[in-house]
């Protein structure tokens, strides 16, 4: 009977992504008001998963830019124009 053992359970060798961050602060009040401040952050990926097309190159999309309306109400900071 293996009720209980290792041999019940299902591994899963799951190759997943993921990542561990760390940081630590330190903060020291050098004078009467004025304080100073330390910090070391750091994060860890791992597994990432990168999906790269070489069927497709840079020169197989259309560059565009769009130009909204020119409100004149929306702009008081210049003379020419007013606020309404």
């Known amino acids: ?40 952050h750091r994060r860890d990926d791992y597994n990432m998963w990168v999906e790269d097309k070489l069927a497709q190159s840079y020169s197989d999309y259309t560059p565009f830019s769009l130009t909204g309306p020119v409100d004149p109400r929306r702009c008081p900071q210049r003379p020419d124009r007013p606020a309404v």
């Open 1 to 40: 009977m293996n009720w209980g053992t290792d041999r019940d359970t299902v591994k899963l060798d799951l190759d997943r992504e993921g990542n561990w961050e760390y940081s630590v602060q330190v903060q020291h009040e050098v004078f009467r008001g004025i304080s100073a401040s330390v910090g070391w």
